[in-house]
């Protein structure tokens, strides 16, 4: 069998705060106990198939630096299942529990639509086996509908027919592909779907095709029983100009537009999120305000740089802020945090890709650790609990009842004169932060 990460003899373990191994995690602790559950139980984390395996380090300005053993095989299919059996050394060495991919991750695209659907079926075989003498699971599925060249105006909201028919038989078989693999969740990324001007667009048609699309998915897990989550991952701009997922508002939005949102939940992702002009906690809030957080992909961008850099977490206030959101969610249910992130294009050698993880793994076990801390001392709930005290007088209460009136808010202030002016006292509660970090 072959050996591709030898730099890794056994599984990376838990040595604590105190150890230098820069092969061992420092905070995450998988059997702690927070608030009620296990480090592993309440994070979830899973590697994303193509950044880690897929990644060569190319950018628009430089050739592929990272030397990959399972990529030296002349066969696309050999290719594709030296990947796999690395992907899985990888998981298991790394101790995390999912895992997750795109179709052509997983497999390469043939010649024809049937040729690729049986390279899937047959990298799928070979991957729930590896699923079963590992114990790793499928955190979700997706299917890649933004890579190949008939995809340039989109898929789902493409003016092409033929295209769009093409793009829904492909995620008919990556849904099939994510049931079979028992995936607790399915994705949609919607890459290309939006538009770059208005002059040969028809906005609303777009959105009907791409409402059209999403109930045929529902329909079909409900045909074939798929019980896993739908997840839509909001993105703004890149690669198109105006993305339909701009942001977790515009995707609720659209949701409710079109009588989906039951069916779907959010995968939010850090670095989405300030491309959009949010912060990831944000999101994580707005996604968790409408009972539709599902998933996460946790990464960072860099602030200095206005694309999607999918760098690895290493903020211990945006992992911390992200837990408090997520633990007052009351968690992310059959979601995860997947690593959507990649090592930089200089980090070429294969140890970098567990440099990478292990410091993300631990900055977000930091991130609960310090989350659980602060709701535990209940400071902030206990502030905004007195900030917002006033709503719990009648004539407020009435208002949120919906059994008041402009009227009777005018007799209030008639009756009580000028508001009070009270400080917010943010600079107090990110002092406060700052004790706990």
């Known amino acids: 069998m072959t050996i591709y990460f030898p730099e890794v003899k056994e599984t990376v373990i838990y040595e604590g705060p105190k150890s230098k191994n ?6 995450y602790d998988k059997d702690k ?3 009620g559950k296990t480090m592993e139980e309440h994070l979830r984390f899973a590697v994303a198939y193509w950044h880690t395996f897929k990644s060569e380090g190319g950018d628009p300005f430089g050739n592929a630096t990272m030397s990959q053993a399972w990529k030296t095989y002349g066969d696309p299919m050999d290719n594709a299942f030296a990947t796999c059996d690395a992907a899985f050394e990888f998981f298991t060495k790394l101790s995390v529990p999912f895992y997750c991919f795109h179709d052509r991750d997983l497999a390469p695209e043939g010649d024809t639509f049937s040729q690729s659907c049986s390279n899937l079926e047959k990298l799928v075989a070979h991957a729930g086996k590896l699923q079963k003498q590992t114990g790793v699971k499928l955190l979700w599925g997706t299917a890649n509908l933004f890579s190949h060249p008939r995809y340039a105006h989109g898929a789902g909201t493409n003016p092409d027919f033929h295209v769009f028919a093409y793009g829904a038989a492909q995620v008919k078989q990556a849904i099939a592909a994510t049931q079979e693999l028992g995936g607790q969740n399915y994705v949609f990324w919607g890459g290309r779907e939006g ?6 667009t028809r906005l609303k048609q777009e959105q009907d095709q791409m409402a059209a699309f999403f109930h045929m998915c529902v329909e079909y897990a409900q045909e074939i029983g798929f019980t896993g989550q739908f997840l839509i991952e909001p993105k703004p701009k890149e690669p198109t100009k105006h993305q339909y997922d701009f942001d977790t508002a515009a995707v609720l939005n659209f949701l409710r537009a079109y009588d989906l949102l039951d069916h779907f939940k959010l995968n939010i992702e850090a670095n989405h999120a300030t491309l959009a002009g949010h912060s990831f ?20 961008g860099d602030s200095l740089l206005g694309w999607d850099t999918d760098q690895f977490p290493t903020d211990l206030y945006s992992t911390t802020f992200a837990m408090l959101e997520i633990l007052a969610a009351g968690g992310i249910g059959s979601g995860g945090l997947n690593f959507d992130a990649k090592v930089r294009r200089s980090s070429h050698e294969t140890v970098d890709l567990f440099h990478g993880h292990i410091g993300g793994m631990d900055t977000f076990a930091r991130g609960l650790a310090i989350a659980a801390a602060i709701i535990e001392d209940g400071v902030l709930a206990g502030f905004r609990e007195k900030r917002y005290s006033s709503w719990n007088e009648p004539a407020a209460a ?4 919906k059994g008041s009136s402009l009227a009777a808010c005018e007799e209030f202030v008639l009756a009580n004169g000028e508001p009070t002016m009270k400080s917010g006292r943010q600079e107090y509660l990110e002092n406060v932060i700052n004790t706990f970090i």
């Open 195 to 200: 538009y770059e001007t208005l002059l040969n």
């Open 281 to 300: 906690e944000h999101e994580l809030a707005t996604a968790a305000s409408a009972g539709r957080l599902g998933s996460v992909d946790v990464n960072r």
């Open 398 to 401: 009435a208002v949120l009842a």
């Open 33 to 35: 106990m927070v608030l």
């Open 22 to 27: 820069p092969l061992a995690f420092r905070w």
